[in-house]
């Protein structure tokens, strides 16, 4: 069975240029999280999804960083104006539902790595 | 401000020694994960500890949850080269309706020399 898959791998876009990230998660998978690890820093929490409906996005830096999953299957992360500390790498996760506080083991994709000049 | 701290961030030994990671908080954790990540992918899990004072075992990594579930070790027993790479721990937060979302420490590269 596939695994979490994200689309680019790399991406080195201008500061003010817009990047949209890709996601695929593993197939039946309802939950859909998004992390990011900038340099130096530890990976942190951006968003959540169950199926097509945002759980949680208490960590999305701010209005520039928008994201989708339309149809509850792929999600998408844009970045529009990208700036400079945007930079980082961008993670993917996806896990069966569990109910509140029950872990359920997330898949993490290979991540993208932006780079923003 | 760091929520999980975990310590050392670097750690290089020698083959056939053994080593401890830490992981410390003072928030409680409902669950307690440690993944290893190798270059150019993303975290895999290793363990998964939910109970206070909980060890388990896998191999020559023994994981531990501390009593009042606010830290976790790691500790490889006869490290070899082909434990070297990334450790990660990552919890739950107690309370609330958190759903999975994790909070990671910084990570410890750990390197073991033939």
Redesign the interface.
Known sequence: EAG?TQFPSHSVIEKGQTVTLRCDPISGHD?L?W?RRVMG?????LL?F?KESK??E??MPNNRFLAERTGGTYSTLKVQPAELEDSGVY?C?S?FW?V??A?????????TRLTVT | TQLLEQSPQFLSIQEGENLTVYCNSSSVFSSLQWYRQEPGEGPVLLVTVVTGGEVKKLKRLTFQFGDARKDSSLHITAAQPGDTGLYLCAGIRAGGTSYGKLTFGQGTILTVHP
Request: glycine share 16%; net charge neutral; hydrophobic share 25%.
């Open positions: 979490v939950n999280y992390y820093k530890e990976i942190k929490f959540h169950v759980q949680d208490s960590g993670f996760a896990s569990g509140a506080g872990p359920r083991e997330q898949y993490f994709g290979p991540g």
